[in-house]
């Protein structure tokens, strides 16, 4: 073998040692000096709590890129059973854009609404005015709440859920007095991605987490295209 073809073959054999150590070496890890980017809305888990990191920004985002995001109208649930509910002063956690207080309000109740996010809220108390109306919206963060004491005559729960604040929910309502859930019902598919958060909840959960209520209606159904459960219930 000459000069030429040794030196050939060498190389051959360090190219191949080469490029097998490119093949199985393990992959880089990402620096973690730097700060991480903030999640997308879109990637926030969705159960039946709280976000990663619930804060205003995620649904200020939503409600910029949507108007009227769920709907012009009230629930249809709340309309069909308004007559059931007595009028007093009423508590919209939650409150989005403010299409179920609004509704409350052209209907005799005094209404207080809190969402997270200022924009909803906004639009909540412009749309009262437009029609003539009036209800009290509040910025704020639910967990951070200052709930009174036995205020509300009636609390309506829409399209939101956390287990944490429904002991403040029921001390919040007054003796006597009627809360109603309007939540979509965990049927065990892929939360939607389409919104911050997707609060679901089992049916029989909810009925059991008010136990000590009085259940006056207790539905499970499909309500525009979507798997719900509602219930309309009295604090004894």
Known sequence: MTGLESIQRTSGRVFGLILLLCLFAPPALPDSSGPLPPPDSATFEALTGESPEEDHSAWDRFYQKKNHAFGKDAIGFLRENLEIIPRGRAFVP?????????????????????????IAVD?????????????????????????????????????????????????????????????????????????????????????????????????????????????????K
């Open 94 to 118: 939650a409150m989005g854009e403010g299409r179920n207080a609004i509704f409350l309000a052209r209907n005799g109740f005094k209404v207080e609404g809190v969402d997270l996010s200022q």
């Open 123 to 235: 639009r909540a108390l412009q749309e009262a005015k437009a029609k003539k109306t009036s209800i009290k919206g509040i910025v704020g963060d639910l967990f951070e709440y200052p709930y009174p004491k036995e205020a509300y005559d009636f609390i309506l729960v829409s399209l939101f859920f956390s287990e944490r604040l429904l002991p403040k929910f029921k001390s919040a309502l007054k003796k006597g007095g009627y809360i109603m859930f309007y939540l979509k019902r965990d049927n065990g598919r892929p939360a939607s991605s389409l919104v911050p958060d997707d609060f679901r909840v089992k049916g029989g959960a909810l009925k059991a987490s008010l136990q000590e209520f009085e259940t006056l209606i207790y539905r499970e159904y499909i309500d525009q295209n979507m798997d719900m459960v509602a219930i309309l219930a009295r604090k």
